[in-house]
């Protein structure tokens, strides 16, 4: 069975490496990655000239925003890649040159902006397609377990409050909860009726199917019955951390909601995804019960991955984006 699944994952990368094999770099098509990974490093000394580029984005976003809550939203729909964005949300005369962005300051917006961004695409594709049971979208809010949470816990509120603008339930409630989720910890962020954000240092323990209404308005965040279980580069086929992951994903499955997940690269998805599609495992443990999983959102490249290069902890020549690919899985009753 383990080598059944070691030639499926070789597959499943040789595919996607095929399909997906491009420079994703703005404008950069002559330099090699290890070039621009060095030259992102050199740049981010330049923080005050990256503090100012954020100032006028997070202007433009501000007056944006307070547009959109005395106007209807229903139009406001995510473009289809990063140049578009920050053409189209930030209307941007010339483009990226009116803030005199270059290709290094372009990368670390993305990086600020991957996580919500990635997480309106998510949203915006489950409604579409029907996997999100919700309820009435005026009223109700959306619950999102963001679980394994590390940078994307520290992004500032305004930035998911951008998501929030780009889909079309009015009220969006975010749990970031993982044992590496250090900053913000236990604390509680209501921003103006529409977004509320909430931290959480430890490991998720999804809530019990029968669930009662009183029981997810109480204070205790963790018993939150979420809509959408949300991994960001989980790694779960790491065999350092199968063992935190397994319990958990097994867990959430039982929910019956979309179980999404992104990946660092097309290494890193194959494997997840493989060892996903294996039920994390329990499959070769439990002869006498398969679990079966469904694939909502088949392996697919994100529009908005994180363009700032980074370099893989164990192997140095190795170099990843944050968010790169995306899959999606839903138990099978």
């Not at 009726?193 to 009183?214: A, H, I, R």
């Amino acid at each position: 069975m383990m080598i059944r699944l070691r030639r499926v994952q070789r597959r499943h990368a040789t595919i996607i490496l095929k399909q997906h094999c491009r420079n994703y770099f703005y404008g950069c098509k002559d330099t090699s990655i290890q070039n621009k990974y060095h030259e992102d490093q050199t740049y981010i000394k330049d923080i005050e000239h990256i503090r100012m580029v954020i100032k006028d984005i997070s202007e433009k976003l501000k007056q944006q925003h307070d547009h959109n809550n005395n106007n209807n939203k229903s139009n406001n729909k995510l473009p289809l890649d990063w140049e578009s964005y920050f053409n189209e949300k930030l209307k941007l005369r010339d483009g990226l040159m009116e803030l005199n962005i270059n290709t290094a300051t372009f990368r670390h917006l993305t990086h600020l902006f991957t996580y919500p961004l990635t997480l309106t695409w998510i949203i915006q594709y489950l409604d579409s397609t029907g996997y999100l049971k919700h309820k009435n979208k005026d009223d109700d809010t959306l619950k999102i377990a963001c679980v394994g949470s590390r940078a994307e816990g520290q992004i500032p509120y305004l930035l998911w409050e951008e998501c929030v603008n780009m889909i079309e339930y009015k009220k969006l409630h975010i749990h970031f909860v993982g044992p590496m989720q250090l900053s913000h910890q236990h604390q509680e962020i209501q921003y103006k009726d529409t977004l509320k954000l909430t931290y959480e240092t430890g490991v998720y323990s999804p809530p019990p199917l029968q669930k009662k209404k009183e029981d997810e308005e109480s204070g205790d965040h963790q018993s939150m019955m979420p809509d959408v279980f949300l991994a960001y580069n989980s790694g779960n086929s790491d065999t350092k951390w199968q063992h935190v992951w397994r319990p958990t994903l097994i867990k959430a499955s039982e929910l019956n909601i979309p179980l999404i997940f992104t990946s660092y690269d097309g290494i890193d998805l194959a494997s997840d995804f493989g060892h996903t599609m294996n039920f994390w495992g329990e499959n070769n443990n439990n002869n006498n019960m398969k679990e079966t999983l469904e694939t909502i959102i088949h392996p697919t490249a994100n529009p908005f991955l994180n363009m700032m290069p980074g370099i893989y902890d164990e192997l140095p020549n190795r170099v990843i984006h944050s968010n790169q690919f995306i899959y999606g899985v839903r138990r099978i009753k």
